[in-house]
């Protein structure tokens, strides 16, 4: 018996996915279990799978639409079988469409034209262009402007099928050169347009056919990551009374640790601990001790806050789509290399577009980590409902009095971001020393 293929229903925030591809086409067999389809959503991308055997009888939407949640996407069962009654209804068409049946027949003759169009164009789209998130990577790889393609997908998108259309009829740019790219062949490799070509004399693009002027803008909606930061940003800020508190602690011996943990982590099969690691240890440690549960917390409606008995640490994880914050469940309760081990996955998980959404709930505190890009102070945001979200810095050389001589030392900043609402200011300063202690004499901590 047929029955219909539905887009998932992948959580109360999601209204909609976008289908990036078809596993199987119309006409396919496939048994329980295939892999049908890969759809993606706001945070991330998964495989939808056959919940029972028979054959692709017929898909509704093309790769690169974004559908419903719990729309019917395809129909699969028995060759032969009717699926008229599982096509979505689609939207009237305008009253035009009423038009009296003995309208000319000269637009008739014209649609064996419109059939035969080119499947690119020479002149770029004006305005906003709709691209999929597989069609612009493309784009970007290949170096052609999606803008010359012409959209098959719902709704005017360009898919990629339009974007390998492109590249195989159409002219493409090198990457330095893509910025200038106007649609013409160029003296390339493969005849793509160079930066040699954007800077040719106006006498030798003369010979050719004129170019259209390059567009003073692009305008791009937000992609569904992207939206979702932005209406928690914009709750976080609009919301919570926010307070930020910064210090610096002496990183030396945490840098020492870390120098003897990767000369012997093959020999103890350990893994790649690295700093980013030793400061969440140290914070799910601070944060289990019961006078700084208010910073392990949420506000709930109605003036309500819920402290956890367990430390549950959101990491702040930067990919193509944007920020992701996958949780470290029960970090007080790991060692520093199991800790270690689930971080590095739940990174790999995000980048990869393999989060799945519980792997992105449930935090009661989050750390911030963009040392890395020589940043010495910021100012993080608190992902409601939480408390507090802590900033980590980078490494800078500052000097010391020793003995009554001046001494160079490694310090690394911190940035409490604190809602004043639940977390006074004595307090949450007494939290940021007690880390900097931690971390300070990490090796005490790990003899307890």
Request: charged share 20%.
């Amino acid at each position: 018996m047929a029955q219909p293929i539905l887009m998932p229903n992948v959580g109360i925030s999601v209204e909609s996915c976008i289908l990036t591809e078809w596993h199987k086409k119309k006409g396919d067999t496939v048994k329980e279990g295939d892999v049908l389809f890969t759809y993606e959503t706001d945070k991330t991308t998964a495989d939808e799978t056959a919940t029972a055997s028979g054959t692709i009888l017929e898909t509704f939407f093309n790769e690169g639409d974004d559908i419903p949640v719990m729309t019917v996407i395809g129909v699969l069962g028995n060759p032969g079988e009717s699926t008229a009654e599982f096509a979505p209804k689609k939207k009237e068409e305008p009253a035009a469409a009423a038009a009296p049946a003995a309208a000319p027949e000269a637009p008739a003759a014209a649609a064996p034209a419109e059939q035969a169009a080119p499947a690119t164009s020479n002149v770029p789209a004006e305005g906003f262009v709709k691209v999929s998130p597989r069609a612009r990577a493309l784009a970007q790889k290949a170096g052609v402007d999606a803008r010359f393609a012409v959209p098959t997908g719902a709704e005017g998108r360009v898919v990629e099928a339009d974007i390998r259309a492109l590249i195989e009829k159409g002219p493409a740019a090198t990457y330095a050169a893509a910025g200038a790219f106007n649609g013409a062949a160029g003296t390339g490799l493969g005849g793509r347009f160079s930066v040699a070509d954007a800077t040719a004399p106006a006498a030798a693009a003369a010979s050719a056919a004129p170019a259209a002027p390059a567009a003073a803008y692009v305008d791009e909606k937000m992609t569904g990551v992207r939206k979702a930061i932005a209406k928690s940003m914009t709750l976080s800020l609009s919301t919570i009374p926010q307070l930020t508190h910064t210090l610096t602690f002496d990183a030396t011996e945490i840098l020492a640790f870390r120098k003897k943990v990767k000369a012997n982590a093959e020999a103890l099969g350990l893994a790649n601990i690295t700093i980013n690691d030793i400061v969440l240890f140290a914070v799910s440690r601070v944060l289990a001790k019961p006078e700084h549960r208010a910073l392990n917390a949420h506000v709930l409606e109605g003036d309500v806050v819920r402290y956890f008995s367990s430390v549950n640490i959101g990491i702040a994880v930067d990919t193509e789509k944007g920020l992701l914050v996958p949780t470290l469940v029960d970090a007080d309760k790991m060692s520093l290399n199991e800790l270690s081990k689930k971080a590095k996955e739940l990174a790999v998980a995000c980048q990869t577009g393999k989060a799945t959404a519980d792997m992105l709930h449930g935090a009661t505190f989050t750390v911030s980590n963009v040392g890395s890009y020589g940043v010495e102070n910021f100012t993080p945001v608190i992902n409601p409902p939480q408390t507090g979200i802590l900033g980590v810095d980078g490494i800078t050389t500052r000097v010391r009095v020793v003995d009554g001589e001046i001494k160079t030392y490694q310090a690394m900043g911190l940035s409490l971001t604190y809602d004043h609402r639940v977390v006074d200011g004595a307090p949450a300063s007494r939290f940021l020393v007690d880390v900097k202690n931690t971390l300070e004499n990490f090796t005490v901590l790990l003899s307890k």
